[in-house]
Nanobody, 116 residues
Framework: QVQLVESGGGLEQPGGSLSLSCAAS????????RGWYRQVPGKQRELVAT???????NYADSVKGRFTISRSNVRNTVYLQMNSLKPEDTAVYYC??????????WGQGTQVTVSS
């Protein structure tokens, strides 16, 4: 009974910044890894970044050095800070949580559009 609710996203110019957040509720003690994925029409959903219980982070090569994933233990919230945005970052971004059972939960998705 883990639920994920995303917020943030929107329209930004190339080179600009946006921040996403995803709050978890319910049985949050079951969460092992949290992450962000993105998807464009006609393409597979791809991993953007993950963060483990221990704080280990992993990034897709395409966003390394530009995006930062972080978390708040008090608020059970994971964040994605996106800097130096490029048009190819345009996608629907989904929050993800992997549980101790290896099951997954997903947020509802939020649109990020990068355009001049």
């Amino acid at each position: 009974q883990v639920q994920l609710v995303e917020s943030g996203g929107g329209l930004e110019q190339p080179g600009g910044s946006l921040s996403l957040s995803c709050a978890a509720s319910g049985s949050t003690f079951m969460i092992t890894t949290r992450g962000w994925y993105r998807q464009v029409p006609g393409k597979q959903r791809e991993l953007v970044a993950t963060i483990t219980r221990a704080g280990t982070t992993n990034y897709a090569d395409s966003v390394k050095g530009r995006f930062t994933i972080s978390r708040s233990n008090v608020r059970n919230t994971v964040y994605l800070q996106m800097n130096s945005l490029k048009p190819e970052d345009t996608a629907v971004y989904y929050c993800n949580a992997r549980l101790t059972t290896n099951l997954e939960r997903w947020g509802q998705g939020t649109q990020v559009t990068v355009s001049s």
